[in-house]
């Protein structure tokens, strides 16, 4: 790359600049690939901007604040099988009704790092910090396609969204994804608000695609056109990055991602994180709260939360607190009083807590994530599990 800002090389310089609290754990200072610590994640139910989670692949020149970005040139592009093609102004967006919702924003990659103990998955090592929980605000896509009376062709099977950043190198693909258009056509959001302000620059402001339910990598920022289209984007970002494989694969090996094979990274799986304790804290023998959050795509409940003290072999259910909204984190706790210390480690002083969430469609969480191996290692929703020591 050509000339670096000289912040990317010290990762504090980066935090300040861009605007992070400063106790981020800072991946790339280039593009700016930034991850949450648990303990700052649990401290709020909606994340607040200093404290969200960044992943760039490539980024609009001035987009690396906190600020917002201008937004009175913005225009946003809808075409292909839709009737009449239109180009709508930021402005206009104002004019029509606005909705609200809250979702979980996760890196397809969140969790990276735990495939990485069974076979190196490349990428960024992301731990439980590739997430938030955020409060958007918009118009829903659907709202817009009635309100200026477009017409989507049915041969439209994707929603293609582009973004106005562009590639790091003159021969790599832009980044753009597509998804179902049936599926998300009644909640996409194109959104304009996070938690209540502009979007933040470097969050995809003034415009950003929000699809409730599905992986961060698929939430498009600074979204400059929609595609309705008969067939998913070709752009590498889609076809061959952010996929997962539809049969088990042996960890460690390198298939080839293609069409048939594969899967892009769409609705998040259902998943638990353990924020309180965090691993290796230390902690006083005495009453113990572990607490944390559950989530799934949102198309149904969280019917329960376990937590195993044993390693697996007895479970008992938590306390789920209802969520903000069904795409959001369903938050639980457990406050273990007494008969606990039965399960230190062989006499000792170390302690796992290990914690799945179920669904109504029984979906659930595998006892060892890592058979969902793949080379990129995406989706991971493997039961957590956080050891601690007591003293
Ligand atoms: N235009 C554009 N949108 C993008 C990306 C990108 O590189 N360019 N990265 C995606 C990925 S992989 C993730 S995880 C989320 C991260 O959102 P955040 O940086 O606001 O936390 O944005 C997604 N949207
Ligand atoms: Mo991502």
Same mark, same amino acid.
Request: proline share 7%.
């Given at each position: 790359?050509?000339?670096?800002?000289?912040?990317?090389?010290?990762?504090?310089?980066?935090?300040?600049?861009?605007?992070?609290?400063?106790?981020?754990?800072?991946?790339?200072?280039?593009?700016?690939?930034?991850?949450?610590?648990?303990?700052?994640?649990?401290?709020?139910?909606?994340?607040?901007?200093?404290?969200?989670?960044?992943?760039?692949?490539?980024?609009?020149?001035?987009?690396?604040?906190? !600020? /917002?970005?201008?937004?009175? *040139?913005?225009?946003? +592009?809808? #075409?292909?099988?839709? @009737?009449?093609?239109?180009?709508?102004?930021?402005?206009?967006?104002?004019?029509?009704?606005?909705?609200?919702?809250?979702?979980?924003?996760?890196?397809?990659?969140?969790?990276?790092?735990?495939?990485?103990?069974?076979?190196?998955?490349?990428?960024?090592?992301?731990?439980?910090?590739?997430?938030?929980?955020?409060?958007?605000?918009?118009?829903?896509?659907?709202?817009?396609?009635?309100?200026?009376?477009?017409?989507?062709?049915?041969?439209?099977?994707?929603?293609?969204?582009?973004?106005?950043? !562009? /590639?790091?190198?003159?021969? *790599?693909?832009?980044? +753009?994804? #597509?998804?179902?258009? @049936?599926?998300?056509?009644?909640?996409?959001?194109?959104?304009?608000?996070?938690?209540?302000?502009?979007?933040?620059?470097?969050?995809?402001?003034?415009?950003?695609?929000?699809?409730?339910?599905?992986?961060?990598?698929?939430?498009?920022?600074?979204?400059?056109?929609?595609?309705?289209?008969?067939?998913?984007?070709?752009?590498?970002?889609?076809?061959?990055?952010?996929?997962?494989?539809?049969?088990?694969?042996?960890?460690?090996?390198?298939?080839?991602?293609?069409?048939?094979?594969?899967?892009?990274?769409?609705?998040?799986?259902?998943?638990?994180?353990?924020?309180?304790?965090?691993?290796?804290?230390?902690?006083?023998?005495?009453?113990?709260?572990?607490?944390?959050?559950?989530?799934?795509?949102?198309?149904?409940?969280?019917?329960?939360?376990?937590?195993?003290?044993?390693?697996?072999?007895?479970?008992?259910?938590?306390?789920?607190?209802?969520?903000?909204?069904?795409?959001?984190?369903?938050?639980?706790?457990?406050?273990?009083?007494?008969?606990?210390?039965?399960?230190?480690?062989?006499?000792?002083?170390?302690?796992?807590?290990?914690?799945?969430?179920?669904?109504?469609?029984?979906?659930?969480?595998?006892?060892?994530?890592?058979?969902?191996?793949?080379?990129?290692?995406?989706?991971?929703?493997?039961?957590?599990?956080?050891?601690?020591?007591?003293?």
């Amino acid at each position: 790359m050509a000339s670096l800002p000289a912040f990317a090389q010290n990762p504090q310089a980066f935090l300040a600049a861009v605007g992070k609290d400063p106790r981020m754990i800072v991946h790339d200072a280039v593009t700016g690939v930034v991850e949450t610590p648990v303990q700052l994640l649990r401290e709020h139910l909606l994340t607040p901007k200093e404290l969200l989670f960044v992943r760039n692949n490539q980024l609009p020149p001035g987009s690396l604040t906190l !600020s /917002p970005f201008p937004a009175t *040139d913005w225009e946003l +592009e809808l #075409s292909g099988l839709v @009737a009449p093609a239109m180009t709508v102004s930021f402005s206009d967006l104002a004019g029509i009704e606005q909705s609200e919702v809250v979702a979980v924003l996760q890196c397809a990659g969140n969790g990276r790092a735990f495939y990485s103990q069974t076979a190196m998955a490349k990428g960024t090592q992301w731990q439980r910090g590739g997430m938030g929980q955020i409060r958007w605000k918009g118009v829903r896509l659907k709202q817009l396609l009635d309100s200026s009376g477009l017409m989507v062709d049915e041969d439209a099977r994707f929603l293609t969204a582009e973004g106005r950043d !562009s /590639p790091a190198s003159s021969d *790599d693909d832009d980044y +753009e994804q #597509s998804v179902p258009l @049936a599926d998300v056509l009644e909640t996409a959001l194109l959104a304009t608000h996070m938690n209540g302000e502009p979007i933040p620059a470097i969050h995809g402001g003034p415009l950003r695609l929000v699809l409730p339910g599905y992986y961060g990598s698929m939430n498009v920022k600074w979204v400059s056109r929609l595609r309705f289209e008969k067939e998913a984007s070709r752009s590498r970002h889609h076809a061959q990055r952010y996929r997962t494989f539809r049969e088990r694969i042996e960890p460690g090996s390198q298939p080839e991602a293609r069409a048939e094979t594969t899967h892009p990274t769409w609705r998040q799986k259902i998943k638990s994180v353990i924020w309180n304790p965090v691993n290796d804290e230390r902690r006083l023998v005495g009453p113990l709260t572990v607490s944390g959050v559950s989530w799934n795509d949102g198309r149904t409940e969280i019917v329960a939360v376990e937590i195993s003290l044993d390693g697996g072999n007895t479970w008992q259910r938590v306390n789920v607190e209802a969520p903000l909204s069904p795409y959001g984190w369903h938050p639980w706790n457990v406050t273990f009083w007494y008969g606990w210390k039965r399960y230190l480690d062989g006499g000792g002083t170390a302690m796992e807590f290990r914690v799945r969430a179920f669904d109504a469609l029984g979906r659930s969480q595998p006892d060892d994530g890592a058979v969902h191996w793949n080379p990129s290692g995406y989706e991971w929703f493997g039961v957590d599990s956080v050891k601690i020591s007591l003293h």
